[in-house]
């Protein structure tokens, strides 16, 4: 719906702020939608997707907006890959993770909070799973700062649930 996306992408870089030296990881990218919306905001912005067509069609976009300090990478999101994925993340870095309808798979949370970065916005398509993914970031050390739905999908029941989360003071693992 692109009469709703500058309303998305508004409220993603109003939560995530503008740190130009800062890296930004997209999981889930898809086409790079946020990958190369929010580019101009981060000093380094990282796309990781499993589709070989999402990556393409998101490294031709990167090309045609000349994002040079974007890069894409082709890799499931799951407990096999996610410490390598991750490795780079520090408190420096701002996530955003927009996984399908059923949510992040089994440790991708719990291996991103290890990291610490210093701003999560995570997106959910379905309401159904937001209390069981955001327990997981509580648990982990996590709070929820903010959220806000939006109506991607107007005539339908769906929404867009954007959720802003901070490391909680004090807290180790």
């Avoid at 009469?3 to 898809?30: M, N, Q, W």
């Avoid at 790079?32 to 912005?45: E, I």
């Avoid at 999402?54 to 999101?77: C, E, T, Y």
Wanted: hydrophobic content about 40%.
């Amino acid at each position: 719906n692109h009469s709703v996306l500058p309303s998305l992408i508004g409220k993603a870089k109003e939560y995530l702020g503008s740190a130009p030296t800062r890296h930004l990881f997209d999981l889930y990218c898809g086409y790079g939608l946020f990958s190369l919306t929010l580019a101009a905001h981060f000093a380094r912005v990282t796309g990781i997707e499993l589709s070989h067509a999402s990556i393409d069609s998101a490294v031709g976009n990167a090309r045609r907006l000349k994002a040079q300090h974007v890069r894409f990478v082709r890799s499931a999101i799951d407990a096999g890959s996610i410490d390598g994925l991750t490795a780079n993340i520090s408190p420096a870095c701002a996530v955003i993770l927009d996984p399908p309808r059923g949510g992040t798979g089994s440790m991708v949370v719990e291996q991103i909070a290890v990291r610490r970065p210093g701003t999560v916005l995570h997106i959910f398509c379905n309401a159904g799973i937001i209390h069981d993914e955001l327990a997981r970031w509580t648990s982990n050390g996590y709070d929820v700062c903010r959220a806000v739905p939006i109506d991607l999908f107007p005539g339908t029941s769906e929404i867009e649930t954007l959720v802003l989360l901070k490391p909680k003071p004090g807290f180790s693992l």
